[in-house]
């Protein structure tokens, strides 16, 4: 038996299968979690743009072709974004938990501890496609993880091309996933009844500047994907200090509604929405759902702080993934907020 030196300090590291079930767990078997990853990732793509002062069309397409028992179904979307090239998609979508989004560097973006369209991949083959200043790349996240490109580096596009990826001219990317038949893929109608009003899209389905599109490839049919926040009397607008962090505060608002919204559960009832520069991280009634006349309200809780947490959170995750202390910050979201809230609407 040959004889094999065992050190005495080594990084355990992860099998596929670990990282699989980690990403299995990202996307809780819900295909509309891969359409909020995806979507997120096309509106990133636009905000950068915008922040160059650059004019952008702002389209999304979802598309989604069902197929029978035990074929996987296909699900698409495409955007007129800026694209990507071979370096930017490897830096990008090469590394699970990598955290590339620029919202580590402060830009107002969604960045949750490097999650993203590569946890996707837990439905099933994905394919990653794009075009940036007439570069074509096609990189493809096969269940293995082995991640392959499929062209040659620096391939020029093509006009077929294009007309493959719905992509006449300028740049953009298109995101493929092949669902497993394992995995449930809602129908047309549930998707059109229910995905517009996801909390964590509602800010991206109300911009005007942005025109997102549901499409049925089985019956060619589409339609637009947009949320109207529902008006009622602002009852409640106050900016609060939040114990514990000097100096930090969150605002308030709360309007009152003339009737009862459906006791739904998350991702689509109303309530309360968690809002920091980047996103909206939860939609509650602050352990109040019991309450039916709490359904009667909605809101927002505004706090940049938020942002900071978050970063601080990765940052220490980064230097020092022993620390269990880490952990600790992230409790301002649910405990401290909560506190705020008032409770005068129960009377």
């Not at 952008?56 to 072709?65: N, Y």
């Not at 039916?292 to 909605?298: A, E, G």
């Amino acid at each position: 038996m040959p004889k094999v030196e065992i050190p005495t300090e080594w990084d355990l590291g992860a099998t596929r299968r670990y990282k699989r079930q980690n990403m299995e767990k990202a996307m809780r078997g819900k295909i509309e979690r891969a359409l909020v990853e995806l979507v997120t990732n096309s509106d990133d793509s636009y905000r950068d743009l915008e922040d160059e002062g650059k004019q952008v069309s702002g389209k999304i397409r979802v598309e989604i072709e069902r197929r029978k028992k035990g074929q996987p179904s296909i699900v698409i979307v495409r955007d007129r974004a800026g694209g990507m090239n071979r370096l930017e998609m490897y830096n990008k979508l090469g590394e699970l938990g990598k955290r590339t989004s620029g919202f580590e560097t402060g830009k107002l973006r969604r960045g949750l501890h490097g999650r993203g369209a590569r946890d996707v991949a837990a439905f099933g083959i994905i394919h990653f496609e794009s075009i940036k200043y007439e570069e074509y790349n096609h990189l493809i996240i096969p269940p293995s993880l082995k991640c392959r490109f499929t062209e040659p580096r620096h391939k020029k596009v093509t006009e077929e091309i294009r007309k493959k990826l719905g992509i006449p001219r300028g740049n953009g990317t298109v995101v493929t996933v092949e669902v497993e038949s394992r995995f449930k893929v809602p129908q047309h109608e549930t998707l059109l009844k229910e995905f517009y009003r996801y909390y964590s899209l509602r800010d991206l389905f109300s911009n005007a500047n942005r025109e997102v599109v549901l499409v049925d490839l089985n019956k060619n049919r589409e339609d637009p994907l947009r949320y109207s926040y529902p008006t009622g009397e602002v009852v409640f607008n106050k900016d609060f200090s939040v114990p514990g962090y000097s100096g930090v505060t969150a605002h308030l608002v709360i309007r009152k509604h003339t009737s009862s919204f459906e006791q739904g559960t998350l991702p689509y009832r109303e309530g309360i929405l968690i809002k920091s520069a980047a996103a909206i991280h939860d939609c509650t009634y602050f352990w109040l759902e019991s309450e039916p006349f709490s359904w009667r309200f909605t809101g927002e809780l505004y706090c940049e702080f938020i942002d900071e947490l978050v970063r601080e959170y990765d940052d220490r995750e980064e230097a020092n993934p022993d620390n269990p202390n880490h952990l600790s910050s992230f409790n301002f979201i649910p405990h401290t907020v909560s506190g705020l809230f008032p409770t005068f609407f129960l009377c």
